[in-house]
């Protein structure tokens, strides 16, 4: 399970406007669904946070989806707003868990790259540590 949320999300709804930013959430949504696979689940949740299901996805494909996401994202440009830059922080729990444990722990490691802004944070949960992508 994945968490994302957009950096500086406030600030660009506040300077540019609520119009700016649904262009800005529709580009990331879009975003996201290009570098997920048909069966994996992506749901918005909340004003700027989303929320991606994996399924039947090995670790090390896993590491690589969430930082292509991160990379994509920071790519993103907007015709009318070129000075606009866009990054957003992302917290993965992988392995065997329930739901509401799987979500808590990817929520967490969000929180933890939301330190930094513009990172992955993973959790694996068969190793029995996370361990956080600098980027």
């Given at each position: 399970m994945v968490v994302i949320d957009m950096d500086n999300f406030k600030h660009i709804?506040?300077?540019?406007?609520?119009?700016?930013?649904?262009?800005?959430?529709?580009?990331?949504?879009?975003?996201i669904l290009s570098c997920v696979r048909k069966t994996d689940a992506v749901i918005r949740y909340g004003g700027d946070e989303f929320v991606i299901i994996f399924f039947n996805i090995p670790a090390d494909i896993f590491e690589k989806k969430l930082e292509k996401i991160r990379f994509s994202?920071?790519?993103i440009t907007i015709d009318d707003y070129p000075e606009l830059h866009m990054s957003?922080?992302?917290?993965?729990?992988?392995?065997?868990?329930?739901?509401?444990?799987?979500?808590?722990?990817?929520?967490?490691?969000?929180?933890?790259?939301?330190?930094?802004?513009?990172?992955?944070?993973?959790?694996?949960?068969?190793?029995k540590e996370c361990i956080t992508d600098n980027v």
């Open positions: 709804n506040d300077k540019y406007g609520h119009d700016v930013g649904d262009i800005v959430l529709q580009n990331i949504a879009q975003t994202i920071d790519c957003v922080s992302i917290g993965g729990a992988y392995g065997i868990g329930t739901p509401k444990k799987l979500f808590k722990l990817a929520d967490n490691m969000m929180y933890q790259s939301k330190n930094t802004k513009n990172k992955v944070s993973i959790c694996f949960l068969d190793e």
